[in-house]
């Protein structure tokens, strides 16, 4: 009976991890620029992917204030651990000068990052006192961060990769993705008495990470921990991050916060010298890590190295894409 029952739990808990591997969609790995050239530590390919269309909007009498959000992007590139440190680099772990115990590795110089972007932003917010009867208008205002269909490149930080031989479990600290990138804005302040509108246009160059590029924010996207098995020599991580879009607004005397939800994937396909790095846009180990793996004993080094694929069509210029995103704008 003893049998029967671990063989139905272990069947579940089979059909359980499948289920919820198989809910999240394929991840294809984009062609990048660099050609890693470490040929010790680890090594691999990671991909962010954004996708968020929502909005928030709230008015009581002339108080008005609300935000819309459209991101469609993508953030590439590569973890190269070359770097054996001994010991554990997590803080306060049991006994962490164990070198037997603890595989930890770090990366070595600058590391770079490319990224696609197209965001547009609305925002309404109240002028005057907030709070109270005392709103004199309105600012309406459009901001576009694009890199018009060109990767942007940037750099990559923070990410190492800690495992525990005697627990059996390897700890990652995730990548960073940052760059710059210039904002557009334009819009108008709208007073009510005397009736007057005053334009509004600006650009700002400045520096952003994957996520603060739009008003979006994360929790408990540090590190990445799961089992490690003796002799593995291949990490595969399908995530995906929750996100969410805050509005602060004015309720009488209270504030309130309001909120949307959305996510962001993740894939990381990390590898162990020696390296056979999986062909740009192989997407079987993004939701079939046991494909992967009887891959890997025969897959060749990529030797294709070329700047990555942009979209077929040209975006639109700055002036152009003012024009599309007011009307689309006006129609929502």
Known sequence: MKKIILLLLTGNLSLFMLAQTAALPEMKLPETVHKPTITKGWMGQYVYELHFNDSIYYKNGNYEKGIRVRADNTYTGYIEFPTEVKGAIRSNQPDKNNTTRYESWIGSGTHNSWSLINDTIKRTAPLGVMGSTSVTGKVQTISVFSSDGNWVKGWMNNADLQIDHTEKKYSLAIPVV???????????????????????????????????IVP??????????????????????????????????????????????GYMDFYLDLRKAPFNVPETGNNAAATNPTAAAAELEQQKPNEVNSVPEKPAKKKAGIGALKNKVNSIIRNN
């Open 178 to 212: 940052t760059f710059d990138m210039e904002e557009n804005t334009w819009g108008e302040e709208v007073y009510f008495k005397p009736s007057k509108k005053v334009p509004v246009s600006r650009k700002n160059k400045q520096s952003c990470n994957y996520i603060s």
């Open 216 to 261: 979006l924010s994360e929790s408990d996207w540090n590190f990445v921990e799961d089992i490690f098995r003796d002799n593995q020599n291949e990490i595969i991580i399908r995530k995906r991050i929750p996100l969410s879009l805050g509005l602060e607004v004015e309720k009488g005397n209270a504030t309130s916060l309001l909120t949307k939800k």
